[in-house]
């Protein structure tokens, strides 16, 4: 019987034909955030979940990447899969080690999970402060998981909006394994990038020396536009200040990814394509580049790559 799983009204699929990009991406680059969806008839959406997406398997997302021009995958466990990471660990088990994985677990997680999960190619965890995708979970029940996974020498990858992080500050400097943030915390990009609220973002990343943050998600943030669609090769003009500012800043200690198959996205769905030439405009010099798309998250993801 395969359960059949009707999208979440209004949902916008991944872009079916995405352009080539201008921005020929460089030899051994890393999509360091994206996901799998299903396909639900293998491997059921959480009952859980606050959206049911369309399908986004393994092969599609490998598609992409080699369309794009990329070397290698980060796959992040989609909220949509609560902590029932087979979808995550099937992808990268199909990889050929070309990806590794972000997981979602639970506390009462067993070793010979973490250990499976390890051998699959999972490196980190996620703690969701997003509050209409989770529950967030217990700040002690995500120490515990913190304490699990470190002995993996595992990071933790954190998504919250630029609102909370005032209250998650503390809780986030006492975690004890490296940090990665997503989409730099979503930043309110209306705001000044010199402003009190991207003030209090830069200053968590310069509390610890292994924080890290994806400057990922212009579609999710911008305001202003125009988006990555018909051949517009400088999109999402609002949020380059805040992005570059981290990259320039921070240069060894970026990443980013596409999100790719973007979910719950509502006002338009991006062709990928163009989104990867919004990188240049973030990352002005072939050196920062590198860092951003390769260094960086091979350092982080494949450390014995070298
Ligand atoms: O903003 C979002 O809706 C979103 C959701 C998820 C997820 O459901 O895992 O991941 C993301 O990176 C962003």
């Known amino acids: 019987m395969t359960t059949s799983f009707r999208r979440t009204p209004g949902w916008l699929d991944w872009y079916a034909e995405p352009s080539r990009p ?21 491997f059921p959406f959480a009952p859980e979940r606050r959206y049911t997406p ?34 995550m660990v099937d992808a990268l088990r199909a990889s050929g080690g070309l990806a590794r994985g972000v997981a ?17 190619g999972v490196r980190g ?15 002690q029940d995500l120490r515990d998981v913190a304490l699990r996974i470190a002995p993996y020498g595992w990071h933790v990858v954190v998504y919250f909006e630029a609102a909370d992080l005032p209250d998650l500050r503390d809780f986030l400097l006492s975690v004890p394994v490296p940090l990665v943030v997503d989409h730099m915390g979503r930043p309110d990009v209306t705001k000044d990038p010199d402003g009190p609220e991207f003030g209090a973002f830069l200053d968590l ?37 805040f992005a570059r500012r981290v990259v320039e800043e921070f240069p ?4 980013w990814g596409t999100d790719w198959p973007h979910p719950n996205l509502v006002s338009h769905m991006p ?24 260094d960086n998250p091979t350092r982080l993801y494949w450390p014995d790559a070298g």
């Open 271 to 294: 062709d990928d394509g163009l989104l990867v030439d919004f990188v240049p405009h973030i990352a002005p010099t072939p050196e920062l580049r590198r860092k951003l798309l390769v």
């Open 125 to 139: 965890v996620r703690f969701n402060f997003v509050k209409r995708l989770v529950d967030a979970a217990p700040r």
């Open 252 to 255: 060894d200690r970026v990443l």
């Open 54 to 87: 369309c399908d986004a398997s393994r092969d599609q997302l490998f598609a992409l990447r080699d369309h794009l021009g990329f070397a290698r995958t980060v796959v992040v466990q989609a909220t949509c899969h609560g902590a029932d990471n087979s979808a």
């Open 205 to 241: 990343m310069r509390a610890r020396p292994d924080i890290w943050c994806k400057v990922t998600c212009p579609e999710r943030l911008s305001v202003s536009g125009p988006p990555a669609l018909d051949g517009e090769r400088s999109a999402y003009r609002d949020v380059v200040p």
């Open 104 to 120: 979602t677990v639970r506390p009462d997680v067993s070793d010979a999970e973490l250990r499976e999960l390890h051998e699959a």
């Open 22 to 42: 201008r921005y020929r991406l460089p030899e051994g680059a890393v999509d360091a955030h994206c996901h799998v969806f299903g396909p639900g008839a293998a």
